[in-house]
């Protein structure tokens, strides 16, 4: 059974200040790793995917990936309100394949 | 551009009634999903579709029946409803990328078996 275990939080992070959410992953054969960001009452939508080891930045997030140690991570820097939702770290064996989900860490950005 | 739209939005249900989700995509992706998402449970697959006329299990398809007659509609039926369905529904397609997978999500189904 493929598992993707994500912290169960909740996570509160002041205003302006560094989130950093984990997510460990059990199949050594993964080879596609994403962050969906879900708002409340919302579907989830893409903000991050990362394919090979080490960092990749997108504007305040930054998702980082280690194979050796199975995990993978996003960093939201300068934390606002905003960013208050639920993220999904989700990980694929590869192209054209079906993604495991993990169960999602809710944020919480306070002002 | 309406991306993938799934009705009813909102749906209740008596225990044995049944009823078909429907999911319809504009953006010509071969592959859609449909998943189910509970508190604590996170998103579990139920049904996926490959392509047009093939359907295969998920992790959680008991209770469920498919249909993939094109390429755009992918329909979720639960044939005799039971109040542990109650939960929100997806439909999702899939771009099919070279490294990887790019899931884009309908707006949700929320769905009360009573």
């Known amino acids: 059974q493929k598992e993707v275990e994500q912290n169960s939080g909740p996570l509160s992070v002041p205003e302006g200040a560094i989130a950093s959410l984990n997510c460990t992953y059990s199949d050594r054969g993964s080879q596609s790793f994403f962050w969906y960001r879900q708002y409340s009452g919302k579907s989830p939508e893409l903000i991050m995917s990362i394919y090979s080891n080490g960092d990749k930045e997108d504007g305040r997030f930054t998702a980082q990936l280690n194979k050796a140690s199975q995990y993978v991570s996003l960093l939201i820097r300068d934390s606002q309100p905003s960013d208050s939702a639920t993220y999904l770290c989700a990980v694929s064996p590869g192209a054209n394949s079906k993604l495991t989900f993990g169960k999602g860490i809710t944020l919480s950005v306070r002002p | 551009n309406a991306g993938v739209t799934q009705t009813p939005k909102f749906q209740v249900l008596k225990t044995g009634q049944s009823m078909t989700l429907q999911c319809a995509q504009d953006?010509?992706?071969?592959?859609m999903y449909w998943y189910r998402q509970d508190p604590g449970m996170g998103l579990r697959l139920i049904y996926y579709?490959?392509?047009?006329?093939?359907?295969d299990k998920g992790e959680v398809p008991n209770g469920y029946n498919v249909s993939r007659l094109n390429k755009r509609e992918f329909s979720l039926r639960l044939e005799s409803a039971a109040p542990s369905q109650t939960s929100v529904y997806f439909c999702a397609t899939e771009r099919d990328g070279l490294s990887g997978n790019t899931i884009y999500f309908g707006e949700g189904s929320w769905l009360t078996v009573v």
């Open positions: 953006m010509n992706h071969n592959s």
């Open positions: 579709s490959a392509s047009e006329g093939t359907t």
